[in-house]
């Protein structure tokens, strides 16, 4: 009969192998020198691993690579710790000091400039401090070779002049805004400007573009003249002076325009507060700028400014409606401007929501637009000059 395969045999059999593996020589001393191998192979691998982890982290922390606007905020911020320790040598009011980046780094203030660009860059900077007003402005100066260097907003902007259409003209020794459609916007921290114009200091004009929602008197006192309370147009002793005053130095989030750090980079300013009449042809500021009231922060545009904005050849006298054409300040609102007027002692000159100007009584309401001075050393940080792209400061 065919042999019958016993199960149950090759169970137990299977059973007492596993109890008593066979030995297998030299190829189970193989197997054990092969898992120790792989073993402390692990171990050296794990350990590459760490000591490549810690190289990086290591490198990360010493080799960051620093943009050309974070080296100049720490010039500029060594330079205000350097200053916090030595106020004594804090330039007084209308002048300037200038601080290498050197003297910072050989202070403890900061590296040298090598650390933050690499051992191929050779740049150099400094920090120019001066005193606006009651607040210091720094300006940082970084060059590295033709790499890069540090840009004022001066440079950029009259690198645009035009000679005909809507632009900068350079006029006398101004470069002023004209037409309707400009590329002049500018973004403070608080709110959007304009400007108007450079004067031949290098500083920037500007009028405030963003609305002032308050309507406000030029002025309500008692005018004996006339026997009510009609104002009197003298700007020095006026009540929209004392408005602007409180705009300038307020920080309520509701109402500012303006922030600490904007009016660090502001300069006083003589404002051309002399009066003008209807029938004045004059757009060079000789009438207004006859009287000024000196060293101020804030004011309003002059009859002139606002005028020479146009770009029709009919706009001749403050009151020609033809003044509205082809003018970037018309803003849909009545405003007043600083000029009153020559022939009374209660009027002055205000904007109507359609462009034209002409003269007010100072008890009236209208809107403020406020003007103030940028320094002429401001830095240029970005935009284009446009409403959805304005020029930003460092």
Not at 26 to 41: I, Q, T
Not at 224 to 253: K, P
Not at 276 to 288: F, I, L, P, Q
């Amino acid at each position: 009969m065919g042999s019958n395969f016993n199960i149950g045999s090759f169970n137990a059999i299977n059973t007492d192998e596993e109890k008593h593996p066979k030995k297998s020589g030299s190829g189970g001393v193989n197997d054990e020198l092969r898992k120790k191998l792989l073993f402390l192979g692990g171990i050296i691998l794990g350990g590459v691993l760490i000591l490549f982890l810690i190289l990086f982290i290591v490198s990360s922390i010493t080799g960051k690579n620093y943009s050309y606007d974070d080296m100049e905020e720490i010039m500029t911020n060594a330079a205000i710790a350097y200053f916090e320790d030595n106020p004594d040598k804090l330039p007084s009011e209308n002048q300037k000091v200038e601080i290498d980046v050197a003297t910072l780094a050989a202070s403890g203030y900061m590296d040298e400039l090598v650390e933050y660009t690499g051992e191929d860059s050779t740049c150099t900077g400094k920090v120019t401090v001066q005193m606006n007003g009651d607040d210091y402005l720094y300006i940082p100066n970084l060059q590295c070779g033709d790499d890069y260097v540090t840009q004022a907003l001066y440079d950029v902007v009259v690198d645009n002049i035009v000679t005909e259409g809507y632009g900068l003209y350079e006029i006398g020794d101004n470069y002023v805004y004209r037409g309707e459609s400009v590329n002049n916007y500018l973004q403070l921290d608080n709110a959007l400007w304009r400007i108007v114009k450079i004067n031949e200091k290098g500083q920037f004009m500007l009028i405030l573009d963003t609305e002032v929602s308050t309507s406000y008197p030029w002025d309500n006192r008692y005018n004996s003249n006339v026997g009510y309370n009609s104002g009197i147009n003298t700007y020095s002793a006026s009540r929209i002076r004392d408005t602007l005053n409180e705009y300038y130095a307020t920080n309520d989030e509701e109402i500012a325009i303006l922030s600490n750090s904007d009016r660090s980079k502001l300069d006083t300013f003589d404002l051309c507060v002399g009066k003008r009449s209807e029938e004045d042809t004059t757009k060079d500021n000789s009438a207004e700028c006859s009287e000024t009231f000196d060293n101020q922060n804030i004011g309003l545009l002059t009859a002139s400014d606002y005028m020479v904005a146009s770009l029709d050849v009919n706009c001749n006298k403050v009151g020609d409606r033809s003044c509205q054409n082809y003018n970037y300040l018309v803003s849909g609102y009545r405003w007043w401007l600083v000029t009153a007027s020559s022939t009374s002692t209660k009027d002055s000159y205000s904007v109507s929501n359609s462009g034209v100007a002409s003269s007010s009584t100072t008890s009236s309401y209208m809107k403020i637009r406020p003007v103030v001075m940028l320094d002429a050393s401001v830095l240029y940080a970005g935009g284009k000059g446009t409403v959805s792209k304005p020029y930003t400061l460092k």
